[in-house]
């Protein structure tokens, strides 16, 4: 069965602190995966996204993913957070129309 | 406008109000989505538009009824709704083609409550 999995609910750190939030997936050939933030009474923004080819992929905001295929996992990561990373952050497998989306990780910055 | 619009950002409904969702995408997809955003659950897939003809329809009750006039608009008709519809109500876009790697783009979303 095709799921997503962030186990991390919620995550606090400090502002200048580095940052990882754990996606792990279950798909039964190469995925293709998203990261999407959502800041408060928003929609959702494409952080960045993997189909294929290198396994470090760049997206905006200082942000970068590892694509893990023997750990299932496309963990994100930015060095060094800012007060305004402050949101919630999904990620998501994807499908032909059916994403399937992770239930999100919040994320608090404390100044 | 760029990218996808919704309209309204807000709305507060009572159970025997009918009312509207619309949403445009200014990005020149053939796809559109709706979406339900309720606290603690993950993104609900509610209905797919590809040109401009419904490939999904995941279970919705029959009291929220999509509409979609042309592949740049996709409204999403409200009646009789119940306190447990309210939610965010997000709009996405996306080219048809390409299956799953087609990135989808969100509007801000409706945030519905029923009274």
């Known amino acids: 069965a095709q799921s997503v999995t962030q186990p991390d609910i919620h995550i606090t750190v400090s502002e200048g602190a580095s940052l990882e939030l754990r996606c792990n997936y279950s798909?039964?050939?190469?995925?293709?995966l998203f990261w999407y933030v959502q800041s408060p009474g928003q929609g959702l923004q494409l952080l960045l996204k993997?189909?294929?080819?290198?396994?470090l992929v760049q997206g905006i905001k200082g942000f970068e993913a590892e694509f893990k295929r023997s750990q299932s996992s496309f963990n994100l990561r930015k060095p060094s957070v800012h007060w305004s990373d402050a949101a919630e952050y999904f990620c998501?497998?994807?499908?032909?129309?059916?994403?399937?989306f992770g239930t999100g990780t919040r994320l608090k910055v404390l100044a | 406008e760029t990218g996808v619009t919704q309209t309204p950002r807000h709305l507060v409904m009572g159970m025997t109000n009918k009312k509207s969702l619309k949403c445009e995408q200014h990005?020149?997809?053939?796809?559109m989505y709706w979406y339900k955003q309720s606290a603690k659950k993950p993104l609900e897939l509610m209905f797919v538009?590809?040109?401009?003809?419904?490939?999904e329809n995941n279970s919705v009750p029959s009291r929220f009824s999509p509409e979609c006039p042309n592949s740049s608009h996709l409204f999403l008709h409200l009646h009789t709704l119940q306190p447990e519809d309210s939610a965010l109500y997000l709009c996405?876009?996306?080219?048809?083609?390409?299956?799953?790697?087609?990135?989808?783009?969100f509007g801000p979303g409706t945030r519905l409550t029923v009274l």
């Open positions: 996405a876009s996306s080219w048809a083609s390409g299956g799953r790697s087609n990135e989808q783009f």
């Open positions: 798909y039964g050939a190469t995925p293709y």
């Open positions: 993997y189909f294929s080819g290198d396994t």
């Open positions: 998501a497998l994807g499908g032909t129309y059916k994403y399937i």
């Open positions: 990005l020149g997809h053939n796809a």
């Open positions: 538009y590809s040109l401009e003809e419904r490939v």
